[in-house]
């Protein structure tokens, strides 16, 4: 469905993607990252919206930019909200169905179908501006699935939304995948889990890894644990922890150590205790990060060639 092979794409010194090749079969994808880690421009690469400035990217065997043929398949959802006033959602979605080549009527009857699927034919004649984020949100989908795209994009659908609009959004998208192809942007592991999506992790503009949820938690879990330990004299607890067996680096900080290992207890046994028991002040004993950052942060640690 896309083939993307050596894509970078500049602005001005800026970086905003970096050498990327993947292939993306049909189905569904999601594409992982925090903030800042260059989501958006692949998105704006695969939709269309932006011209590579390095690099390939097809999208059902041909480029994407300029091209009514392939933009007419995709969908778009951006992460932008809807800043559009006293517009309505009929307004908006039936502007965006004539966009991709129907008729005033089919369009006028698309929007009011989509409305009513994503659960917002009631506030369809509403301003845009006096509808909660979740509905705007609602209405954002529908203008992407109004003209039956063979590609659906999200860009961060779910942020900002509160537990039940999030569910709901959720439990729609995953309806929808059933029979099409999706890629849904998002800095949130667990969201995307819940769409039985393969998935992309990029970080800094660059594709760190890709594979299943279950082949990304255990190409983490395959690494060493990082254990933080925050105490008064970090050299001197370094030099307990390099002898202990399964570890595998060790890294100072400013108040305390950063020990690698695939034996944490072990640590605790030979290093942690013995460091009390010399006198040592040891504020705390923590396992590092295992929210999506922190997986993100080893990662790339993995992919320069680090050991944790």
Not at 118 to 127: E, N, Y
Not at 269 to 286: C, F, K, N, R
């Amino acid at each position: 469905m896309i083939a993307i092979h050596n894509l970078t794409k500049l602005y001005g010194s800026v970086i905003g993607v970096n050498d990327i090749s993947v292939d993306l079969g049909a189905g569904a994808h999601g594409l992982l990252g925090p903030n800042g880690a260059g989501k958006t421009t692949f998105l704006g690469l695969v939709t269309g919206q932006l011209r590579p400035t390095i690099g390939r990217v097809l999208v059902f065997g041909e480029p994407p930019f300029g091209n009514p043929r392939v933009l007419r398949r995709i969908g778009y959802c951006p992460a932008a909200d809807l800043g559009l006033g006293l517009t309505t959602p009929r307004e908006w979605v039936r502007y965006l169905v004539q966009l991709s080549g129907f008729g005033a009527a089919e369009a006028a009857a698309r929007a009011d179908r989509t409305l009513e699927q994503v659960g917002l034919a009631a506030a369809s004649h509403r301003p845009l501006a006096t509808l909660s984020k979740g509905m705007r949100q609602r209405a954002k989908l529908a203008g992407a699935i109004a003209h039956d795209p063979d590609l659906l994009v999200l860009d961060e659908p779910f942020d900002g939304l509160d537990p039940v609009a999030r569910h709901d959004l959720v439990e729609l998208v995953r309806s929808w995948a059933k029979t099409r192809s999706l890629i849904v942007a998002s800095h949130l592991l667990h969201e995307v889990e819940a769409l039985d999506a393969g998935l992309a992790v990029i970080l800094g503009g660059r594709l760190v890894a890709s594979g299943t949820a279950t082949e990304i938690r255990d190409l983490v879990d395959s690494m060493p644990a990082e254990i933080r330990v925050r105490c008064d004299e970090p050299r001197r607890f370094a030099a307990l922890a390099c002898g202990v067996d399964g570890v595998e680096s060790v890294r100072l900080e400013p108040d305390g150590v950063v020990v690698a290992t695939r034996q944490p207890t072990l640590l605790v046994e030979l290093a942690v205790i013995p460091a009390l028991d010399a006198g040592l002040t040891v504020g705390e004993v923590v396992a590092a990060d295992r929210s999506l950052e922190g997986i993100f942060g080893r990662l790339v640690r993995l992919h320069r060639g680090a050991t944790a």
